[in-house]
């Protein structure tokens, strides 16, 4: 299944022509056509286009093949696994090998093919598989800056309500006589995932940007108790 959806086929090819991309933005045109995508506005081309800008502003800093991890970052979804499948815990292990796959059919050596696909592995929050390079940890830094946020409590709703959640407990939305239940309720989520992500960054650069957001997504939590 082509990554661009058919209604959006002119639009997404003129997205790679400006510098969304840039430097890489030929290997953007050869990769992201291997994405898969099941309609999931959370795991779409936007979605890679933040992790990407992530990913360089970290790859400016502390360093790494950035060919490397262009690529990790382009495929890192390149298997569409909904959030509450049984396989979601293997959805990295899978991109892994699709991005083998991908990246034979072009030629790339075996050393470069291994970096790419441990990168895609470990960026999960879910397979919780420690990234041993440079690359693979601004990968995972950068996939996880997009979940925390504005950016990652807007993603956190909207993931919600595919998955038929309620925004909250209107009886008891923070969880104190309760068990927390994030696939009842968005707001649960905040506690069981989202709050704790900015403590887990493994690079410094990475982490400072973290608890930027850490402060944003906390502040936004503080407004929306405050209304309800």
């Known amino acids: 299944m082509p990554f661009i959806r058919s209604s959006e086929t002119k639009r997404g090819v003129d997205i790679l022509k400006p510098d969304f991309f840039s430097p890489y933005s030929e290997l953007a045109v ?133 998955m038929n959640s309620a925004l909250y407990d209107p009886f008891d939305p923070l969880a104190k006589a309760r068990d927390l239940d994030d696939k009842r309720y968005c707001l649960d989520h905040f506690e069981t995932k989202l709050l704790k992500l900015s403590q887990g960054f493994q690079t410094e650069t990475g982490g400072r940007m973290a608890k930027e957001r850490d402060k944003r997504l906390r502040d936004f939590l503080s407004a929306f108790l405050d209304e309800i």
């Open 30 to 162: 050869q990769l992201l056509p291997g994405n898969q995508v099941g309609g999931d506005g959370a795991h779409d081309l936007s979605h890679i286009i933040r992790v990407f800008r992530n990913a360089m502003r970290i790859h400016a800093i502390e360093g790494g093949d950035g060919r490397i991890l262009s690529a990790a970052t382009f495929l890192h979804d390149c298997v569409a696994v909904e959030k509450n499948s049984p396989l979601r815990e293997k959805a990295s292990a899978l991109a892994a090998e699709q991005a083998t796959v991908i990246l034979a059919s072009l030629g790339w050596t075996e050393p470069d093919i291994k970096a790419v696909a441990h990168a895609i592995l470990t960026h999960s929050f879910s397979a919780n598989i420690p990234p041993e390079t440079i690359e693979a940890k601004i990968l995972q830094d950068a996939d996880r800056l997009d979940s925390i946020g504005i950016v990652g409590a807007s993603r956190c709703f909207y993931t919600g309500g595919r």
